[in-house]
């Protein structure tokens, strides 16, 4: 389908209605050098090990109806054209009896943010994606003065208007928000896993885990149960994981309002949300259509993901059918084109972008809300591993019991076109209640107010689910994946007979500013951790220590019951820690390359070989 830009610029919106209208001594290795094993300083034959293809860091296609929504082609379609090598590039490349024209570039800082490579942009344009499907609308609710006061998000006075006999505005009118505070916690359609609901689990207290100067800033949290509900059936295990519904940024979604021109006294009124299909906006419901009452704020706080992910063709297929500046719109539909793929395919893998720098990026686009929720992503939950022993930890207060749990976060964050960095949903959301939650403290409160939605999450992820009270084990972890490791070091130190079979390999920059939970980890501490720093001192990895502590590592993965562990990110860290297993295997059990690899797996498969990256 060839569609000429001038036609697409002079053809008007059609099909669109509007959404205000319608201790005894082990036997086992210790975590020291072995005097007994082999000379540390002999060189070693190097070993052959095939290079492995470093892949990305973000996941961006699990199946094909995740290839239509980025590209808006089926997967045949894309294959047709781009096999993936690069060769989408030459389609940048002018071809012969092809008109171009210049196109004047938006002169704005967002903009020029993105890196989009363009010169000069075909006055034909061929496969260009059609117009999203919208299967969300909303639909404004009018009351009469009786009707009865709303929920804390509605901040607008809703103005009188007389009852209508129409049997819809009757229903409009018999449909109200639920009596929720959707400031602490997500209005109850935000479904995640079933059987859980989310619960404000009050801060118990927080703490800042690194010190200044470290790379990574870490907090500690302790979340306040005891009121979760009990009617769930599974408890809170050792090792297991909580969800988190964490909401955008306050600010950010204000500014996405603000530049879609969303009136202020419209952003937390009650309205109609009526969705044709999907599951949008539960997060695990069912696909099928919806009508529910909610806000305008509450559906870009809690249940629309709006700096995650990469920027898609449907959604830039929907700016350019609300750009009112020409060469804005050129750009957009040469984006969505055949002939601006190799721009397309820069743009997405470039640097990481929001939806308001996007917005920003192209300011005369103002597409209706609901459109554009229909081709934005869902705000999933986030998973926190436990990082204590969720059946001790309880203290008194007030005369009265509290259970706790508790987590630790670190923030993540990425380069903002603004300057500076911006944080992670999950933890930017985090970092934010333990700043408030301190600076309370610091004003005088004793006991803050301030609530993390969470919910019991991976009770049965592989961490709990193969973690057993007898049997030695071996923990690898790096920055905040050795956290999940404390609550099992907890729990094996108060039997007797497991003191001696719990060892950790805990991987840090530097002791002096990121290493989380120095001295709490019970009596035994120094026994059964050992850290290593690759920024100061000997300067190594916990990869190179597994291989040094071939011994310890060939001895717990041999015993009976015997579990090696490893928790953090799979970039480099949970990469090496493989590696190094496989030549722990090659050098202990004489096995070849392969042999070791596949001797791994097959622990991997009875259990005793367990990892937990991201």
Same mark, same amino acid.
């Given at each position: 389908?060839?569609?000429?830009?001038?036609?697409?610029?002079?053809?008007?919106?059609?099909?669109?209605?509007?959404?205000?209208?319608?201790?005894?001594?082990?036997?086992?290795?210790?975590?020291?050098?072995?005097?007994?094993?082999?000379?540390?300083?002999?060189?070693?034959?190097?070993?052959?090990?095939?290079?492995?293809?470093?892949?990305?860091?973000?996941?961006?296609?699990?199946?094909?109806?995740? &290839?239509?929504?980025?590209?808006?082609?089926?997967?045949?379609?894309? *294959?047709?054209?781009?096999?993936?090598?690069?060769?989408?590039?030459?389609?940048?490349?002018?071809?012969?009896?092809?008109?171009?024209?210049?196109?004047?570039?938006?002169?704005?800082?967002?903009?020029?943010? !993105?890196?989009?490579?363009?010169?000069?942009?075909?006055?034909?344009?061929?496969?260009?994606?059609?117009?999203?499907?919208?299967?969300?609308? *909303?639909?404004?609710?009018?009351?009469?003065?009786?009707?009865?006061?709303?929920?804390?998000?509605?901040?607008?006075?809703?103005?009188?208007?007389?009852?209508?006999?129409?049997?819809?505005?009757?229903?409009?009118?018999?449909?109200?928000?639920?009596?929720?505070?959707?400031?602490?916690?997500?209005?109850?359609?935000?479904?995640?896993?079933?059987?859980?609901?989310?619960?404000?689990?009050?801060?118990?207290? +927080?703490?800042?885990?690194?010190?200044?100067?470290?790379?990574?800033?870490?907090?500690?949290?302790?979340?306040?149960?005891?009121?979760?509900?009990?009617?769930?059936?599974?408890?809170?295990?050792?090792?297991?994981?909580?969800?988190?519904?964490?909401?955008?940024?306050?600010?950010?979604?204000?500014?996405?309002?603000?530049?879609?021109?969303?009136?202020?006294?419209?952003?937390?009124?009650?309205?109609? !949300?009526?969705?044709?299909?999907?599951?949008?906006?539960?997060?695990?419901?069912?696909?099928?259509?919806?009508?529910?009452? +909610?806000?305008?704020?509450?559906?870009?706080?809690?249940?629309?993901?709006?700096?995650?992910?990469?920027?898609?063709?449907? !959604?830039?297929? &929907?700016?350019?059918?609300?750009?009112?500046?020409?060469?804005?719109?050129?750009?957009?539909?040469?984006?969505?084109?055949?002939?601006?793929?190799?721009?397309?395919?820069?743009?997405?893998?470039?640097?990481?972008?929001? *939806?308001?720098?996007?917005?920003?990026?192209?300011?005369?686009?103002?597409?209706?809300?609901?459109?554009?929720?229909?081709?934005?992503?869902?705000?999933?939950?986030?998973?926190?591993?436990?990082?204590?022993?969720?059946?001790?930890?309880?203290?008194?207060?007030?005369?009265?019991?509290?259970?706790?749990?508790?987590?630790?976060? +670190?923030?993540?964050?990425?380069?903002?076109?603004?300057?500076?960095?911006? +944080?992670?949903?999950?933890?930017?959301?985090?970092?934010?209640?333990?700043?408030?939650?301190?600076?309370?403290?610091?004003?005088?409160?004793?006991?803050?107010?301030?609530?993390?939605?969470?919910?019991?999450? *991976?009770?049965?992820?592989?961490?709990?689910?193969?973690?057993?009270?007898?049997?030695?084990?071996?923990?690898?972890?790096?920055?905040?994946?050795?956290?999940?490791?404390?609550?099992?070091?907890?729990?094996?130190?108060?039997?007797?007979?497991?003191?001696?079979?719990?060892? &950790?390999?805990?991987?840090?920059?530097?002791?002096?500013?990121?290493?989380?939970?120095?001295?709490?980890?019970?009596?035994?501490?120094?026994?059964?951790?050992?850290? &290593?720093?690759?920024?100061?001192?000997?300067?190594?990895?916990?990869?190179?220590?597994?291989?040094?502590?071939?011994?310890?590592?060939?001895?717990?993965?041999?015993?009976?019951?015997?579990?090696?562990?490893?928790?953090?990110?799979?970039?480099?860290?949970?990469?090496?820690?493989?590696?190094?297993?496989?030549?722990?295997?090659?050098?202990?059990?004489?096995?070849?390359?392969?042999?070791?690899?596949?001797?791994?797996?097959?622990?991997?498969?009875?259990?005793?070989?367990?990892?937990?990256?991201?």
């Amino acid at each position: 389908m060839s569609v000429s830009i001038e036609q697409q610029l002079v053809d008007p919106v059609v099909g669109y209605v509007s959404e205000e209208e319608a201790r005894t001594p082990s036997i086992a290795p210790s975590l020291t050098y072995s005097d007994d094993s082999e000379d540390q300083d002999e060189l070693q034959p190097p070993e052959e090990t095939p290079r492995r293809r470093r892949a990305s860091t973000r996941l961006i296609a699990q199946s094909p109806a995740d &290839v239509q929504r980025i590209t808006g082609e089926s997967t045949q379609q894309l *294959l047709s054209r781009c096999c993936g090598g690069g060769c989408c590039v030459k389609l940048q490349e002018k071809e012969e009896g092809i008109d171009y024209e210049c196109v004047s570039l938006p002169d704005n800082d967002a903009f020029r943010s !993105l890196g989009l490579k363009i010169d000069e942009i075909p006055t034909v344009l061929t496969k260009v994606l059609d117009l999203p499907e919208q299967i969300i609308f *909303l639909q404004s609710i009018r009351r009469g003065s009786g009707a009865p006061s709303q929920s804390p998000t509605d901040l607008a006075i809703s103005p009188d208007s007389q009852t209508s006999s129409s049997p819809i505005e009757t229903k409009l009118q018999n449909l109200s928000l639920e009596d929720l505070d959707t400031s602490i916690q997500p209005p109850s359609f935000v479904q995640p896993h079933p059987p859980y609901h989310v619960f404000p689990a009050r801060i118990h207290n +927080t703490r800042e885990l690194t010190k200044p100067g470290a790379e990574k800033r870490t907090y500690h949290f302790d979340l306040d149960i005891t009121d979760y509900p009990h009617g769930e059936g599974v408890d809170f295990k050792v090792g297991g994981a909580i969800g988190v519904s964490a909401p955008n940024d306050a600010a950010a979604v204000e500014q996405i309002l603000d530049l879609l021109l969303v009136p202020r006294y419209l952003r937390s009124k009650p309205v109609l !949300l009526r969705t044709t299909r999907g599951r949008w906006p539960t997060v695990w419901g069912e696909d099928e259509a919806r009508e529910l009452v +909610t806000t305008r704020r509450d559906l870009l706080t809690w249940c629309t993901d709006i700096q995650s992910y990469p920027p898609t063709k449907p !959604l830039l297929r &929907v700016l350019a059918e609300y750009a009112l500046d020409p060469n804005e719109k050129k750009i957009l539909m040469y984006l969505c084109a055949s002939e601006g793929q190799g721009v397309f395919c820069d743009f997405r893998t470039g640097p990481h972008i929001s *939806l308001a720098q996007i917005l920003s990026a192209f300011p005369s686009a103002k597409p209706p809300l609901d459109l554009l929720l229909s081709v934005l992503q869902q705000l999933m939950p986030r998973f926190y591993s436990l990082s204590n022993d969720p059946h001790e930890s309880c203290e008194i207060r007030d005369g009265k019991q509290h259970r706790l749990i508790e987590i630790a976060v +670190t923030v993540q964050e990425t380069p903002d076109w603004r300057g500076g960095c911006r +944080t992670g949903v999950g933890s930017g959301f985090f970092e934010r209640q333990s700043n408030k939650f301190l600076e309370l403290q610091r004003s005088g409160q004793t006991a803050p107010q301030l609530y993390i939605p969470m919910f019991k999450g *991976l009770m049965a992820n592989p961490l709990a689910k193969e973690f057993m009270s007898d049997g030695p084990m071996l923990l690898i972890g790096a920055g905040v994946g050795i956290a999940p490791f404390r609550g099992f070091v907890q729990h094996r130190l108060k039997k007797a007979n497991c003191a001696n079979k719990v060892w &950790v390999l805990q991987g840090i920059r530097d002791s002096l500013v990121d290493e989380l939970y120095g001295g709490e980890w019970g009596v035994h501490e120094d026994r059964v951790k050992k850290v &290593v720093q690759s920024r100061r001192g000997e300067s190594r990895y916990v990869q190179d220590e597994v291989v040094h502590q071939a011994d310890l590592v060939w001895s717990i993965i041999n015993s009976v019951d015997g579990r090696v562990f490893v928790c953090g990110s799979s970039q480099g860290m949970g990469e090496g820690v493989e590696e190094a297993l496989i030549k722990v295997a090659r050098k202990k059990g004489n096995l070849e390359y392969e042999e070791a690899k596949k001797f791994w797996g097959l622990k991997r498969e009875v259990g005793q070989y367990i990892t937990e990256t991201w």
